[in-house]
């Protein structure tokens, strides 16, 4: 399994990116997805989920209104679209699989990708 995701950048308070997730090796509209971020320090956490089909999502308190996920299951890709974005989302973002899809739950593939840095700042 492969992820190789991209799209980070430095933007000021208020801007938006929009970030990419390239997938490789698995079936990949057998999975949920996600997008989860890890600031310096701190744990990484889930901010987006995105099920098989793409009819359901969820995401954290943190970012809800402001980030959309979203996947093609043609191209195998997952993408997030980060609106209104704030000091706090600074973070290096990864996506990976995980949660639950019906009746079969999944855990993050490993390796996970090396990531793509989002740095939020004036």
């Known amino acids: 399994v492969r992820l190789i995701e991209s799209g980070g950048d430095l933007v000021h308070p208020g801007g938006s990116l929009r970030l990419s997730c390239a997938t490789f090796g698995f079936t990949f509209d057998d999975y949920p997805m996600r997008w989860y971020r890890q600031a310096p320090g701190k744990r990484r956490e889930m901010v987006a989920h995105i099920s098989n089909s793409g009819r359901r999502t969820e995401y954290a308190d943190s970012v809800k209104g402001r980030f959309t996920i979203s996947r093609d299951n043609e191209k195998d890709t997952v993408d997030l679209q980060m609106n209104n974005l704030k000091s706090e989302d600074t973070a290096v973002y990864y996506c990976?699989?995980?949660?639950?899809?019906?009746?079969?739950?999944?855990?993050?593939?490993?390796?996970w990708g090396q990531g793509t840095q989002v740095t939020v700042s004036s």
């Open positions: 990976n699989t995980g949660g639950c899809g019906g009746s079969v739950c999944h855990s993050p593939f490993t390796p």
